[in-house]
């Protein structure tokens, strides 16, 4: 199977910035997209953004330019760089693995994963 592990969360000032990561392990062959998802107290989760294994980029509108995501293939991690972030901001970000292709043992296996869940807080 494929484990994901996010890091880089934590409380920051508004205007401030910071750097998540997520790291997928495993007997991983592929990764076919990878993304960050984010729910607010008492809000649906939602798309943050999404980086394919060639590079393609979607984001939510109302982020493009704060938000960068990346991508190491080699290392099968994401990152996602967060700037200027303001109080609406804050929310459980979640790393999400699509159509991840992993080894089982006996054969390969294709499903998607989620992430535990990183805490961003945006506050003075």
């Known amino acids: 199977q494929v484990q994901l592990v996010e890091s880089g969360g934590g409380l920051v000032q508004p205007g401030g910035s910071l750097t998540l990561s997520c790291a997928a392990s495993?007997?991983?062959?592929?990764?076919?997209?990878m993304g960050w998802y984010r729910q607010a107290p008492g809000k649906q989760r939602e798309l943050v953004a999404c980086?394919?294994?060639?590079?393609?980029?979607n984001y939510t509108d109302s982020l493009k330019g704060r938000f960068a995501i990346s991508r190491n293939n080699a290392k099968n991690t994401v990152y996602l760089q967060m700037n200027s972030l303001q109080p609406e901001d804050t929310a459980v970000y979640y790393c999400?693995?699509?159509?991840?292709?992993?080894?089982?043992?006996?054969?390969?296996?294709?499903?998607?994963?989620w992430g535990q869940g990183t805490q961003v807080t945006v506050s003075s």
């Open positions: 999400h693995a699509e159509g991840a292709t992993y080894y089982t043992g006996a054969s390969y296996g294709t499903n998607n994963f």
């Open positions: 495993g007997t991983i062959f592929s990764i076919n997209a």
């Open positions: 980086i394919t294994s060639g590079g393609s980029t």
